[in-house]
């Protein structure tokens, strides 16, 4: 029989710790819900006592999720397994998740203490998470650079203080593949009653390792990974889900099995990707748009004589539909819901019908409709309801002649207009959307980003503007870069006016 590979994920944790990708609950609730379809066994919620809109959050995934374990985060203090005990109320499963730094640097430089006081930390918030729920997680932070003998010691007590799984976190990405198999190997030998208890990675991809040390963890013992949608996460992101499933499935002489529907892989990975406006970069592994592109003559001449000759993988395995409905002008409602259904995401007939209006325009300006485009214009659809919307935007530039634009937006239900001259069209636009807005805002990000490789495709504009102290992350989609990037410069205008 095979062995059982338990999947956590944290993509509605660590992976919206990503500066920029935050979700609102409404959407976090979206993610989970395709979570539970996928096949996840634990869903990591949230941080309850990091935010009330965390702690709301866990909440409200408690109530929407069925089977999976819903987990959430803790430090090693009383008051934070307190306060998510409370977050955690309606799960049906609930797993508290908690923890401390074990390596010298943690020791030292974070806590200023010492191995013994950690030690004697880690027991105390075993225990007391324990006295809550039956099902309690312990993290080594930096487990990665924690001398082994130490690591070891400190699994072993918090397992005898009630843990029911340890996580073995590669916080830095420091390891090498080797050193962190022979971690989880350690552990495996020099713990006493380790087998009653389940080990579990939790690796980053500082150093492009992730993937790597998640599997030589599993193949040292490991019974949990730890993974986000997309490899998204701190840094330079987690261990990516897809790619520890599909390598599962591929190779099957390692018999271990997940609970993971694959075909549903591709849609959550679009799902994700868009509610935190964060593009799939195209060479990624299972999921980017060149996976199972074929460009090399030879590639080609062999997947046409028979497809396995470069393509270990087949597209609907991962859930890619071959046969795409193609989206013009001239398509109805029905191919609309299909394609975005397709790619993850449900609307109402009410948000549908909004959606393909601004479809409609979309199409009318372009020969097809991409997947991407679909799912930039869902993504902006699906956002709150603003109190500041752009009404109109003209602008006139060209060479040799000082770019002018000409805005009028529309505040809470009145009418304002301004107009202003710029070093370019973007600049021209913007001032003139502050002279209405009279705020001091300083720009300090700005990205452009084409989707895809057409002249008439949509354009993401993603912004980091700063203002009162603080900074806030805006995104706009528009064919008319420069009405994208006056569309972000408004999405980042709303965020801290929701807190005015």
Same mark, same amino acid.
């Given at each position: 029989m095979n062995d059982r590979l338990y999947i956590f994920d944290t993509t509605l944790r660590d992976g919206e710790? /990503?500066?920029?990708?935050?979700?609102?609950?409404?959407?976090?609730?979206?993610?989970?819900?395709?979570?539970?379809?996928l096949g996840v066994d634990v869903i990591e919620a949230g941080f309850p006592v990091s935010s009330p809109g965390d702690y709301h959050s866990v909440i409200e995934i408690s109530k929407a999720v069925t089977w999976p374990v819903v987990c959430a985060l803790t430090r090693a203090v009383q008051h934070d397994i307190d306060v998510a005990v409370e977050a955690l109320q309606y799960a049906k499963h609930k797993r508290i998740h908690t923890g401390i730094g074990t390596s010298d640097e943690h020791i030292k430089y +974070?806590?200023?203490?010492?191995?013994?006081?950690?030690?004697?930390?880690?027991?105390?918030?075993?225990?007391?998470?324990?006295? @809550?729920?039956?099902?309690?997680? @312990? %993290?080594?932070?930096?487990?990665?650079?924690?001398?082994?003998?130490?690591?070891?010691?400190? /699994?072993?007590?918090?397992? &005898?203080?009630?843990?029911?799984?340890?996580?073995i976190p590669d916080t830095t990405g420091y390891c090498l593949p080797q050193e962190y198999y022979d971690k989880i190997k350690y552990l495996k030998e020099h713990v006493d009653g380790i087998d009653a208890c389940i080990i579990s990675t939790h690796c980053h991809n500082d150093l492009g390792l992730a993937t790597s040390n998640t599997l030589n963890g599993?193949?040292?013992?490991?019974?949990?990974?730890?993974?986000?949608?997309?490899?998204? *996460?701190?840094?330079?992101?987690?261990?990516?889900?897809?790619?520890i499933a599909m390598i599962l499935k591929c190779h099957k002489s390692l018999d271990i099995?997940?609970?993971?529907?694959?075909? &549903?892989?591709?849609?959550? $990975?679009?799902?994700?990707? $868009?509610?935190?406006?964060?593009?799939?970069?195209?060479?990624?592994?299972?999921?980017?748009?060149?996976?199972?592109?074929?460009?090399? *003559?030879?590639?080609?001449?062999? /997947?046409?004589?028979?497809?396995?000759?470069y393509e270990i993988i087949d597209p609907k395995?991962?859930?890619?539909?071959?046969?795409?409905?193609?989206?013009?002008?001239? $398509?109805?409602?029905?191919?609309?819901?299909?394609?975005?259904?397709?790619? *993850?995401?449900?609307? $109402?007939?009410? &948000?549908?019908?909004?959606? %393909?209006?601004? @479809?409609?325009?979309?199409?009318?300006? +372009?020969?097809?409709?991409?997947?991407?485009?679909?799912?930039?214009?869902?993504?902006?659809?699906?956002?709150?309801?603003?109190? /500041?919307?752009?009404?109109?935007?003209?602008?006139?530039?060209g060479k040799g002649v000082r770019s002018v634009a000409s805005i009028g937006l529309d505040i809470s239900g009145q009418k304002f207009e301004a107009a202003a001259s710029g070093n370019g069209p973007v600049d021209?636009?913007?001032?003139?959307?502050?002279?209405?807005?009279?705020? +001091?805002?300083?720009?300090?990000? @700005?990205t452009i980003q084409a989707i895809s490789k057409g002249s008439d495709d949509v354009g993401k504009v993603h912004m980091q503007v700063e203002y009162d102290g603080s900074m806030y992350y805006g995104f706009g989609a528009n064919t008319d870069i420069v009405t994208a990037s006056v569309e972000a410069y408004i999405d980042c205008i709303n965020k801290f006016k929701r807190k005015d």
């Open positions: 710790q /990503v500066p920029g990708c935050q979700l609102n609950t409404v959407e976090k609730i979206q993610v989970a819900k395709a979570l539970e379809q +974070k806590f200023n203490s010492t191995r013994e006081h950690i030690l004697e930390q880690a027991v105390a918030a075993t225990k007391y998470a324990k006295r @809550f729920v039956d099902d309690v997680e @312990f %993290y080594c932070e930096d487990a990665g650079r924690t001398d082994n003998e130490y690591l070891a010691q400190v /699994v072993e007590a918090v397992i &005898k203080a009630g843990a029911t799984v340890v996580n599993v193949l040292a013992g490991a019974r949990q990974v730890e993974v986000t949608i997309n490899g998204i *996460g701190e840094r330079a992101g987690n261990t990516s889900l897809e790619e099995e997940t609970n993971i529907n694959t075909t &549903k892989i591709y849609p959550i $990975s679009r799902l994700v990707s $868009s509610l935190m406006n964060m593009p799939v970069q195209p060479n990624k592994a299972i999921v980017g748009r060149n996976a199972f592109a074929h460009s090399s *003559g030879i590639h080609q001449d062999g /997947v046409l004589k028979n497809v396995h000759t395995d991962v859930g890619i539909d071959d046969n795409s409905i193609v989206l013009t002008a001239r $398509s109805g409602r029905a191919a609309l819901k299909h394609r975005l259904e397709v790619n *993850g995401v449900e609307l $109402s007939d009410g &948000k549908l019908d909004e959606l %393909y209006q601004r @479809f409609l325009q979309l199409a009318d300006q +372009k020969t097809e409709v991409s997947d991407a485009d679909v799912l930039t214009l869902a993504g902006a659809n699906t956002a709150e309801a603003h109190a /500041v919307k752009l009404d109109f935007l003209q602008v006139t530039t021209a636009a913007i001032k003139a959307l502050k002279k209405i807005i009279m705020k +001091k805002m300083t720009l300090k990000e @700005f």
